[in-house]
C-alpha cells in the first residue's frame, strides 16, 4: 500500500469518528454531513486518481409508467411519496413503474400493474386484484386505502388447478419435491399382555368311586412327570367287585364295560386278565406329560368320587394374551405372526401366531383379547409372566405410498400438490388408506412416478385457494 493511500483512510477514519462525534453532540442528522465530498477533497489534496463513479442505475429500457415515489439523488436509503431536495438543495430522483424492484425474480407487479399488459405483450389483461389478497378486484388500474397499486391478473392465468410460484420464493419457502413410489407399508399394533396356560394342556387327576389311598409316590407341587409315570396306589370296594365280576364266565363282556366306566387303567383291565387274580390295590399312572401344579392326596386319606387328587399342567406350549385397543382392531387377523418380548427376559423376542380374536370387548378398557400360541421348549416362559405384544399389521404387497408430509388432512378430504416443473404446481384431492413407517398409502388420485409436495406444501395450498377465491370475483362490475 502507497503512503498516499495509507494517509487517505487515516483521514477517512479519523473523519468518519469525528462526525459521529459531532452528530451524536449536536443532534444532526447523518446525511448533513456529505462523506463523499470529504473523501473527493482528501483525494485531490494528495494528488490520488480519483476513479469515474459506476452508474448507480443502468436502465436497460425507457422508464414508462407512473412515478411511484422519489429517492435520494445519492442513491441513499431516504425516500419520500411528494418531490422532495435534499440538504444540497438537489431534487429528489422520481422512480417510475417499470423501474420497481421485484425480490422474486419475476417482473414487477406494480410495474406490470402500471403498463396494463406485461412485457412481452402476449396476455391480456383481466382484471385486477388487491395487493394484500382482499377478496376486492377491479375492472381498471386503481391503488388500495394505503396507495399501494392492485396487481394485474392476465390471461391464460386463471385456471384453478396450478398455481405458479418463482424460483425465488420457492428456494426462501423451502419447497421440496419427491417422486411417488410403490412401497410396503408395515403398521406396528403394540399391546401389553399376560402369559396363561393352555387350556387344553390342563389334566385332572381324580377317581370315579369311593377309594382310599394306600401310598403316594414320590411326586410334590412343581415336579415335572411323564405319561405313565405312577402317582399313587389306591384301594376301591367297586373296583375290586367289578374285578371278581368280570373273572367269571356270567357276564364278561358286562363286567369289563363296568370296570372301564369305573376309569381304570386298560393296563390294568388287561393284567386282571391275564393273571386271573383281583389286586388288593390299583396303581394310578399320570394321564400326559407336564408339571404337577396342584397335589391334594395323602397317604392313607379317603378319596370320594370326582375329587381332584392331582393337577397337571404341560408348558411345552403357552398363551399369550393381549389387551388391543378397539382402534387397533381392525388390522389384526388370526394366522398372523406376532413378537413377544417378555420383561423377564430383556433383550429377547418370541415369535407366535395369533390364534385367537375373542368375540367380546371390555366394557371398561374399551379392548379386546388377542390370544397368541408360543412355544416354550425349553420351559422358561412361565403363566402370569408379563410380556408385551407387537403386531405388524398392513399389506404385505407394494402399494402407492407418499410421505406423511405430503398428505394435507382438512378433516373431510385430503390433498396432496404435485410438481409439475418450472415452478407450476397442482393441488389434488386423494384417497388414503393405511399408514405406516412414515408413509401413507394413496389408493386413488395420483400414480406412481408422479412428484409431489413433501415439505412447504401448506404454504402451496394457501396460495392455491386464495387464488381460486380471488377468481370467483372475476368478473366484477364496473366501478363509478
Same mark, same amino acid.
Given at each position: 500500500?502507497?503512503?498516499?493511500?495509507?494517509?487517505? $483512510?487515516?483521514?477517512?477514519?479519523?473523519?468518519? $469518528?469525528?462526525?459521529?462525534?459531532?452528530?451524536g453532540?449536536?443532534?444532526?442528522?447523518?446525511?448533513?454531513?456529505?462523506?463523499?465530498?470529504? =473523501?473527493?477533497?482528501?483525494?485531490?489534496?494528495? *494528488?490520488?486518481?480519483?476513479?469515474?463513479?459506476?452508474?448507480?442505475?443502468?436502465?436497460?429500457?425507457?422508464?414508462?409508467?407512473?412515478?411511484?415515489?422519489?429517492?435520494?439523488?445519492?442513491?441513499?436509503?431516504?425516500?419520500?411519496?411528494?418531490?422532495?431536495?435534499?440538504?444540497? $438543495?438537489?431534487?429528489?430522483?422520481?422512480v417510475?413503474?417499470?423501474?420497481d424492484?421485484?425480490?422474486?425474480?419475476?417482473p414487477?407487479?406494480?410495474?406490470?400493474?402500471?403498463?396494463?399488459?406485461?412485457?412481452?405483450?402476449?396476455?391480456?389483461?383481466?382484471?385486477?386484484?388487491?395487493p394484500? *389478497?382482499?377478496?376486492?378486484?377491479?375492472?381498471?388500474? &386503481?391503488?388500495?386505502?394505503?396507495?399501494?397499486?392492485?396487481? @394485474? #391478473?392476465?390471461?391464460?392465468?386463471?385456471?384453478?388447478?396450478?398455481?405458479?410460484?418463482?424460483?425465488?420464493?420457492?428456494?426462501?419457502?423451502?419447497?421440496?419435491?419427491?417422486?411417488?413410489?410403490?412401497?410396503?407399508?408395515?403398521?406396528?399394533?403394540?399391546?401389553?399382555?399376560?402369559?396363561?396356560?393352555?387350556?387344553?394342556?390342563?389334566?385332572?387327576?381324580?377317581?370315579?368311586?369311593e377309594s382310599?389311598?394306600?401310598?403316594?409316590?414320590?411326586?410334590?407341587?412343581?415336579?415335572?412327570?411323564?405319561?405313565?409315570?405312577p402317582?399313587?396306589?389306591?384301594?376301591? @370296594?367297586?373296583?375290586?367287585?367289578?374285578?371278581?365280576?368280570?373273572?367269571?364266565? #356270567?357276564?364278561?363282556?358286562?363286567?369289563?364295560?363296568?370296570?372301564?366306566?369305573?376309569?381304570?387303567?386298560?393296563?390294568?383291565?388287561?393284567?386282571?386278565?391275564?393273571?386271573? &387274580?383281583?389286586?388288593?390295590?390299583?396303581?394310578?399312572?399320570?394321564?400326559?406329560?407336564?408339571? #404337577?401344579? !396342584?397335589?391334594?392326596?395323602?397317604?392313607? =386319606?379317603?378319596? =370320594?368320587?370326582g375329587?381332584?387328587?392331582?393337577?397337571?399342567?404341560?408348558?411345552?406350549?403357552?398363551?399369550?394374551?393381549?389387551?388391543?385397543?378397539?382402534?387397533?382392531?381392525? $388390522?389384526?387377523?388370526?394366522?398372523?405372526?406376532?413378537?413377544?418380548?417378555?420383561?423377564?427376559?430383556?433383550?429377547?423376542?418370541?415369535?407366535?401366531?395369533?390364534?385367537?380374536?375373542?368375540?367380546?370387548?371390555?366394557?371398561?378398557?374399551?379392548?379386546?383379547?388377542?390370544?397368541? !400360541?408360543?412355544?416354550?421348549?425349553?420351559?422358561?416362559?412361565?403363566?402370569?409372566?408379563?410380556?408385551?405384544?407387537?403386531?405388524?399389521?398392513?399389506?404385505?404387497?407394494?402399494?402407492?405410498?407418499?410421505?406423511?408430509?405430503?398428505?394435507?388432512?382438512?378433516?373431510?378430504?385430503?390433498?396432496?400438490?404435485?410438481?409439475? *416443473? !418450472?415452478? &407450476?404446481? !397442482?393441488?389434488?384431492?386423494? &384417497?388414503?388408506?393405511?399408514?405406516?413407517?412414515?408413509f401413507t398409502?394413496?389408493?386413488?388420485?395420483?400414480?406412481?412416478?408422479?412428484?409431489?409436495?413433501?415439505?412447504?406444501?401448506?404454504?402451496?395450498d394457501?396460495?392455491?385457494?386464495?387464488?381460486?377465491?380471488?377468481?370467483?370475483?372475476?368478473?366484477?362490475?364496473?366501478?363509478?
Open positions: 500500500m502507497s503512503r498516499a493511500a495509507w494517509i487517505a $483512510g487515516t483521514l477517512a477514519a479519523l473523519a468518519a $469518528g469525528g462526525g459521529g462525534y459531532w452528530v453532540r449536536d443532534g444532526l442528522r447523518l446525511p448533513d454531513i456529505d462523506m463523499r465530498a470529504l =473523501m473527493s477533497t482528501v483525494q485531490t489534496q494528495l *494528488g490520488l486518481e480519483q476513479p469515474a463513479a459506476a452508474p448507480r442505475f443502468k436502465p436497460t429500457k425507457a422508464s414508462t409508467g407512473p412515478v411511484i415515489y422519489y429517492r435520494d439523488p445519492d442513491g441513499k436509503p431516504f425516500y419520500s411519496l411528494e418531490p422532495k431536495q435534499a440538504a444540497d $438543495g438537489r431534487d429528489y430522483r422520481p417510475h413503474a417499470s423501474e424492484i421485484s425480490f422474486d425474480g419475476d414487477s407487479p406494480v410495474a406490470e400493474a402500471a403498463q396494463g399488459a406485461p412485457p412481452s405483450g402476449e396476455k391480456r389483461v383481466l382484471y385486477y386484484r388487491n394484500m *389478497g382482499l377478496p376486492d378486484t377491479s375492472p381498471v388500474p &386503481k391503488k388500495d386505502s394505503m396507495g399501494m397499486d392492485y396487481i @394485474p #391478473v392476465y390471461e391464460g392465468e386463471t385456471d384453478a388447478s396450478t398455481v405458479t410460484v418463482s424460483p425465488g420464493k420457492l428456494q426462501r419457502t423451502g419447497v421440496r419435491s419427491e417422486p411417488v413410489e410403490r412401497r410396503v407399508l408395515t403398521t406396528p399394533v403394540r399391546a401389553p399382555g399376560s402369559l396363561d396356560e393352555d387350556e387344553r394342556r390342563i389334566s385332572v387327576v381324580s377317581i370315579r368311586s382310599f389311598i394306600e401310598a403316594v409316590e414320590n411326586v410334590t407341587t412343581g415336579d415335572h412327570v411323564h405319561k405313565g409315570q402317582l399313587f396306589r389306591l384301594y376301591s @370296594p367297586d373296583i375290586a367287585a367289578a374285578a371278581a365280576q368280570y373273572l367269571t364266565a #356270567v357276564g364278561f363282556e358286562g363286567a369289563r364295560r363296568r370296570l372301564e366306566n369305573l376309569a381304570v387303567p386298560a393296563e390294568v383291565i388287561n393284567e386282571i386278565e391275564r393273571t386271573r &387274580k383281583v389286586p388288593l390295590t390299583i396303581t394310578w399312572a399320570a394321564p400326559r406329560d407336564g408339571i #404337577v401344579f !396342584e397335589r391334594n392326596v395323602s397317604d392313607g =386319606m379317603r378319596a =370320594m368320587p375329587d381332584v387328587l392331582f393337577r397337571i399342567v404341560d408348558h411345552s406350549a403357552i398363551w399369550v394374551l393381549a389387551d388391543v385397543t378397539e382402534r387397533d382392531l381392525s $388390522g389384526i387377523r388370526e394366522g398372523q405372526s406376532a413378537t413377544v418380548r417378555v420383561r423377564s427376559f430383556p433383550g429377547r423376542t418370541f415369535t407366535g401366531t395369533v390364534t385367537r380374536i375373542y368375540p367380546h370387548l371390555s366394557m371398561e378398557t374399551r379392548t379386546a383379547r388377542v390370544r397368541i !400360541e408360543l412355544a416354550n421348549p425349553d420351559g422358561i416362559l412361565r403363566p402370569a409372566m408379563y410380556a408385551d405384544v407387537e403386531f405388524a399389521t398392513g399389506s404385505q404387497s407394494p402399494v402407492v405410498a407418499v410421505p406423511d408430509s405430503a398428505v394435507i388432512d382438512t378433516g373431510t378430504r385430503q390433498i396432496v400438490i404435485l410438481d409439475r *416443473g !418450472e415452478g &407450476k404446481f !397442482e393441488p389434488r384431492e386423494v &384417497k388414503v388408506g393405511v399408514r405406516g413407517s412414515g398409502e394413496v389408493r386413488d388420485g395420483i400414480a406412481e412416478g408422479d412428484k409431489v409436495v413433501v415439505a412447504a406444501n401448506f404454504l402451496i394457501a396460495e392455491s385457494n386464495l387464488k381460486t377465491a380471488l377468481q370467483g370475483l372475476a368478473t366484477p362490475e364496473a366501478t363509478p
